[in-house]
């Protein structure tokens, strides 16, 4: 038989019972924040794996895209000071490693290549780490809309900005050739031709950034393009250049570049181009296009001086020719001519 004291602790228990059921929940109070977890990338290394403690000497390369140029990334490579190399891409794999760790003969203590396709990766710590400390950063290519699309605006970009502030050398090769400018084809609404970007300057499809990328004191108020000569793009780099006069007041500058040759520029100014083709150094002269209206052909003639060319050929040797601080010529090797539009047509 129960006696009183029995009862009251059963009845004790099944009120400490129904008080939990009613007001316990399936998450305890007492659990704090869920720390995000990074997203995951997929990267590549080879050698040490441990940070290199020494000071780049900055730079840039300009590479025009198709064959790498030996010479150039060597060049790059040396402006590492021997420290880390990273390899930043949209697409493709790890055929740089082995190509800048071994094959060119130049020491440095590790290349890796990170591919970061996805925006929100740009937040992961980890690969922000890695950008701190690089001593040399690469973008391949691949489309460069992806790149403004996926890193634009991000701690990705402000890591890389911070690094080209710290003296780390930058290069890049088509698409990563485009986004190392101050001036930027986005190509959001994909690429343009010539014909199209003469015959309408303010076609969506020529996408100019400015200014909200990537920030190389070379390359203020320049524009680049690649796979210059091979796919004719010399008349929509002239539009891209009359759109920044009539958008932003600027007088601006271009380089272009061909296949199979690259640009390489200390911090001093001093250019050198390696490789088979031709390099192109544009300049506004400070005239306003006659004509630069949406759905209206360019006219920029300027008296047939709109803007001025500077041609240097690429070779092997490591020969200095121009100067970006200056933007002139600095060997008698350089040819300089003129271009501009009449009704769309670049002469």
Same mark, same amino acid.
């Given at each position: 038989?129960?006696?009183?004291?029995?009862?009251?602790?059963?009845?004790?228990?099944?009120?400490?019972?129904?008080?939990?059921?009613?007001?316990?929940?399936?998450?305890?109070?007492?659990?704090?924040?869920?720390?995000?977890?990074?997203?995951?990338?997929?990267?590549?290394?080879?050698?040490?794996?441990?940070?290199?403690?020494?000071?780049?000497?900055?730079?840039?390369?300009?590479?025009?895209?198709?064959?790498?140029?030996?010479?150039?990334?060597?060049?790059?490579?040396?402006?590492?000071?021997?420290?880390?190399?990273?390899?930043?891409?949209?697409?493709?794999?790890?055929?740089?490693?082995?190509?800048?760790?071994?094959?060119?003969?130049?020491?440095?203590?590790?290349?890796?290549?990170?591919?970061?396709?996805?925006?929100?990766?740009?937040?992961?710590?980890?690969?922000?780490?890695?950008?701190?400390?690089?001593?040399?950063?690469?973008?391949?290519?691949?489309?460069?809309?992806?790149?403004?699309?996926?890193?634009?605006?991000?701690?990705?970009?402000?890591?890389?900005?911070?690094?080209?502030?710290?003296?780390?050398?930058?290069?890049?090769?088509?698409?990563?050739?485009?986004?190392?400018?101050?001036?930027?084809?986005?190509?959001?609404?994909?690429?343009?031709?010539?014909?199209?970007?003469?015959?309408?300057?303010?076609?969506?499809?020529?996408?100019? &950034?400015? @200014?909200?990328?990537?920030?190389? *004191?070379?390359?203020?108020?320049?524009? %680049?393009?690649?796979? =210059? #000569? $091979?796919?004719?793009?010399?008349?929509?780099?002239?539009?891209?250049?009359?759109?920044?006069?009539?958008?932003?007041?600027?007088?601006?500058?271009?380089?272009?570049?061909?296949?199979?040759?690259?640009?390489?520029?200390?911090?001093?100014?001093?250019?050198?181009?390696?490789?088979?083709?031709?390099?192109?150094?544009?300049?506004?002269?400070?005239?306003?296009?006659?004509?630069?209206?949406?759905?209206?052909?360019?006219?920029?003639?300027?008296?047939?001086?709109?803007?001025?060319?500077?041609?240097?050929?690429?070779?092997?040797?490591?020969?200095? &020719?121009? @100067?970006?601080?200056?933007?002139? *010529?600095?060997?008698?090797?350089?040819? %300089?001519?003129?271009? =501009? #539009? $009449?009704?769309?047509?670049?002469?």
């Amino acid at each position: 038989m129960l006696n009183n004291t029995m009862i009251k602790h059963t009845l004790l228990g099944l009120w400490l019972v129904l008080l939990y059921l009613s007001c316990g929940s399936s998450t305890p109070d007492s659990v704090g924040p869920v720390t995000p977890i990074p997203p995951a990338y997929t990267s590549w290394v080879v050698g040490d794996t441990a940070d290199a403690k020494v000071q780049p000497q900055g730079g840039v390369v300009l590479a025009g895209g198709s064959t790498d140029v030996d010479a150039a990334m060597r060049w790059f490579l040396r402006r590492s000071g021997g420290g880390d190399v990273l390899i930043l891409r949209a697409s493709g794999s790890n055929g740089y490693n082995n190509y800048l760790y071994k094959e060119l003969g130049e020491a440095v203590n590790s290349v890796e290549t990170i591919l970061l396709n996805k925006r929100d990766m740009a937040q992961n710590t980890d690969i922000i780490r890695k950008i701190r400390n690089a001593e040399a950063i690469f973008f391949a290519g691949g489309d460069q809309a992806d790149y403004v699309n996926f890193w634009q605006g991000t701690p990705v970009a402000d890591a890389l900005n911070e690094r080209i502030r710290k003296g780390a050398v930058l290069g890049g090769t088509s698409a990563g050739c485009a986004i190392l400018s101050q001036l930027y084809f986005a190509a959001r609404e994909g690429s343009v031709t010539s014909d199209e970007a003469l015959a309408n300057p303010y076609d969506k499809r020529v996408d100019i &950034g400015r @200014n909200d990328f990537l920030v190389h *004191p070379l390359l203020t108020n320049t524009i %680049t393009d690649q796979h =210059y #000569a $091979e796919r004719d793009r010399q008349g929509r780099h002239l539009a891209f250049l009359a759109r920044a006069v009539a958008d932003w007041n600027l007088q601006p500058r271009g380089i272009g570049v061909d296949e199979k040759t690259a640009v390489c520029a200390a911090l001093d100014g001093a250019v050198t181009v390696f490789g088979q083709g031709n390099a192109y150094f544009l300049q506004a002269m400070g005239t306003k296009p006659e004509r630069c209206q949406t759905n209206q052909s360019l006219t920029w003639n300027g008296d047939g001086k709109a803007v001025r060319v500077t041609t240097l050929a690429g070779s092997v040797a490591d020969r200095v &020719g121009f @100067n970006l601080l200056t933007f002139q *010529p600095t060997s008698d090797d350089a040819k %300089t001519t003129y271009w =501009y #539009a $009449e009704n769309g047509v670049r002469k």
